[in-house]
């Protein structure tokens, strides 16, 4: 069982260059989201999706940009990436509603310069 | 109070040791509970949900306390493979009073020793 896949695992930019993270799941989950973990802050989320077509801002949105076009993927776009958002990334996605337990990929690491 | 809080630690057990972690959530309309288990570097992972009577895994017992907005995660007989952070999850409640997304609690680590 595939369940949620991130792409890559790891990445290196330079500041103002632009990239998409991937997220696919084959588990035909309704919701999904994107996370940032950085040391001492916890699991933040960035952006979240209750189903195809309808996505909307979690707790730091600044700087990212999402889509979701089908069920199984969604991607987060950084439109211009800045140092502040060397951290690492996890997708997650559940059932249903955004209160069930949700599985998670195994993160991109991504490192600004 | 903030929406999560747990005690960061680290908790120091030996093995065989029994080992409690609490957590306080500020929002008396959260009804989803789960505690996650991260490991170093990898993704966290659902440990457990969190019911209101109480509920046990083997050698894992979760206890919730809505009077007092506070919820318990019991390990006995720790094993090496137990150290690990431990994440209090809780919802949000949307603007309008549904019940969100979750919440994560910054952790709280545990280190077992031989």
């Known amino acids: 069982n595939a369940g949620v896949t991130q792409t890559p695992k790891f990445q290196v930019l330079k500041t103002g260059q632009s990239m998409t993270l991937q997220c696919a799941q084959d588990m035909n989950h309704e919701y999904m989201s994107w996370y940032r973990q950085d040391p001492g802050m916890g699991l933040r989320l960035i952006h979240y999706?209750?189903?195809?077509?309808?996505?909307d801002q979690g707790e730091v949105p600044n700087g990212y940009n999402v889509s979701r076009s089908t069920t199984e993927d969604f991607p987060l776009r950084l439109l211009s990436a800045a140092p502040s958002q060397t951290s690492v990334y996890f997708c997650a996605s559940s059932r249903e509603a955004g209160n069930q337990p949700q599985h998670f990929g195994d993160g991109t690491r991504l490192s600004i310069l | 109070r903030k929406e999560v809080e747990q005690d960061p630690g680290p908790f120091n057990v030996p093995e065989g040791a029994t080992v409690a972690f609490n957590c306080t959530y500020s929002n008396s309309a959260s009804q989803s509970f789960f505690w996650y288990r991260q490991d170093c570097r990898k993704e966290p992972k659902l440990l457990m949900s969190v019911y209101s009577s109480g509920n046990e895994d083997g050698r894992f017992t979760a206890q919730l306390n809505r009077a007092s907005q506070y919820i318990s995660l019991l390990i006995r007989d720790s094993k090496l493979s137990d150290s690990a952070t431990y994440l209090c999850v809780v919802n949000r409640l949307n603007y309008g009073g549904s019940q969100g997304n979750l919440i994560f609690g910054k952790g709280t680590k545990l280190s077992v020793k031989p």
């Open positions: 999706s209750v189903g195809a077509g309808i996505t």
